[in-house]
């Protein structure tokens, strides 16, 4: 018989105890693998597959080639080498560092290996030689590197840009172990004594001291939220140790570095250490100085509270905090210490204000307008890529300057006709105020302006500039009813030539030499020429009633410039990606569309324009380079526009109202002013007229006949001719002598 268990003792149920464990236990193991499956797709993207979706694209403006034949003033070339990053030093000097004693301009350059053309670093002399030239000591040509313009964020509003374990040096390295985590090297990515130290300083009131390791905090960073709880420090910990097992300390620091974040740029996080170097120095990694990488390191425990431009005080306490630790660590001597902890803040003397970025923020716009279909969003905000372009800063910032001149809205466009380089474009007066492009979004009318096509087919059709047409009113057929065009100041000068008609803009001439083509003939010159908008097929085509855009006007007239050739007009020149390797590289093309002959003489009547034509009020304003030009207005004075170049330089200027209003503007009072504000900023060196190719004659003729002119003639005027169109009568005015009076007598 079985004994009765004794009142009040009950055998404990340890079973449902032991199987809870166990399940926790499990859960726990579980939720650890999927947590660590998932972080590994993750780190395989950013370790093993190039850092993708973590850093945003770089648009970097166009490099600056130097030799002796480059026109540049020490003001000038100081300011691009400023606006760089250089700064004036001692000799020896280290990269980013130059020393100007006039005449002589030392300069370490840093070097770059950006698709062509690439520059070695090393130490070059210029020795100015006249105004604005300069001879070179060790190379025939040097080239500053591109300018970053903007760094594209995309939605997430960060920036970050990848650094490879290579470029970290090693006081940086240095700086952030002593800062963060000072058994980083030897630890296994927890590590139990920081962890009970951090206890007892937060019971103590210190916050100099965390528990975290940086593996701990490259984990935080990427996987998890920062969100306070025993089961995110526990998964911390379980992916930390495996960080170290599956890395080494080399790639976990610089993933680190890579990620961690710096501060704030008005809405834009500065995350990463190259971002960082960039934004509170202007430097590179290469060119960081000890107490630079002190106060980055200082930096990382709490960016908002050591921001050297808000609290310089307590940034430079924080770095002399890190500088100490260095010397505790054997890192660095007592003397470096001291003289670290002596030196300036130091800065970056030259961030770019909010007007700078505000200048290019028109071309970036459509940068990023012509880069988004052909790359994607992911990849242009998202992998890291570098975006080269053709812009010149200097020459953007003086045509955003430019623009401000007109009461009303504007756009300006400046290319390299031998290329369609574009070097400036600037869509509005002000993006803050307006990101329409009225560069490159807005078509409108261009009035006169379109002129040249029609004159340049007459050219290709027989007609020279000494032919004759009648500016005489006249009615057109136009559908069932007829059209009676008007030159713009109702006056109509008869007989006149093809030079003075272009020159002086004359509606009723310009109609009866398109009469005499016909509108397919201009329109298949314009189209060779670049023209892509659509044209009306019609007479009042050459008046310039079909809409165009600044870009693809300004484009066309390039050949004009350089002898004959269509370019396209581009922003982009290539592409690169996260690890540097070209993704898309543009080649020059250029299209031979004229004669170098009629290239010449188009030339030659658009600088009639500005000598004695609707241009010419252009001198009153200071301008005296060899140029060429056309003016345009559309109809109630709705728009302004001016083309004009010189052998080096293109530009196009548009003014107008964006609702299309009357504002009473004409190419010469309103467009004009504003182009010669840009084109006397951007020109340099001394005016080179144009050349004029083979082929051609200049002979002397009588205005009045038309005809050689005779000794007799009271004007003469230069006439340029293919060979073989020159007129061989001579003037039948002007003839002397007895045979000239009875030819007068009788008429004969």
Partial sequence: MAAKPKPGRRRPKRRPLRLFLLAAAAALIAATALLILGAERKLSQLVVGGLG?????????AAFPLDEQ??????????RLERLGYRAGVPPLTAGQYLWQAPVLQLHLRGFAAPLPAQEPGIFQLTQSSEERWTLTGASRITLEPEVAAELSGPKKVRRDPASAEE????LKDAVIAAEDKRFLTHRGVDPRAIMRSAWHNAVGSDLHGGSTITQQLVKNLFLTPKRHWRRKLSEAALALYLELRYSKEKILTLYLNHIYFGQEGPVSVAGIKAAARFYFDKPLSELSLPDCALLAGLIRSPHRYNPRRDPAAAKQRRDFVLKRMQDEGM???????????????LAAAQKTRKDKNDNAYFLAEVVRQALPRFGEDALFRQGL???TTMDPLLQK?????LRLSKNQAALVALDPATGRVLALAGGRDYAESQFNRATQAS???????????YGAALENGFTPASTLEDSKKAYKKGPKTWTPENYDGVYHGTTTVREALAHSMNAASLDLANKLGPKRVIEYARRLGIISPLEPSLALVLGVSEVNLLELTGAYAAFANGGFKVTPRLITSVSDAEGQVLEYTTLERDPVLKPADAFLMTSMLASVIKEGTARSLSALGWTRSSAGKTGTTNDGRDAWFIGYTRELLAGVWVGDDDHRSIKATGAKDAGPVWVSFMQEASAGPDRPF??????????????SGYLARTGCPVKQDEVFVIGSEPVERCPLHVGGLKGWFKRLFGG
């Fill in 332 to 346: 660095i001597s007592a003397e470096q210490r001291q003289q670290a902890s002596a030196a300036p803040l130091a």
């Fill in 53 to 61: 979706e973590s850093f945003s694209t770089r648009v970097y403006s």
């Fill in 70 to 79: 480059t026109p540049i003033s020490p003001a000038r070339l100081l300011e």
């Fill in 691 to 704: 050349v004029q190719p083979q082929g051609l004659v200049t002979v002397k003729l009588d205005p009045a």
């Fill in 168 to 171: 970290l040096p090693r006081p």
């Fill in 386 to 388: 570098s975006l080269y």
């Fill in 444 to 454: 409108r009318q261009p009035g006169s302006a379109f002129k040249p096509f029609l």
């Fill in 398 to 402: 003086a045509a955003q300057r430019a």
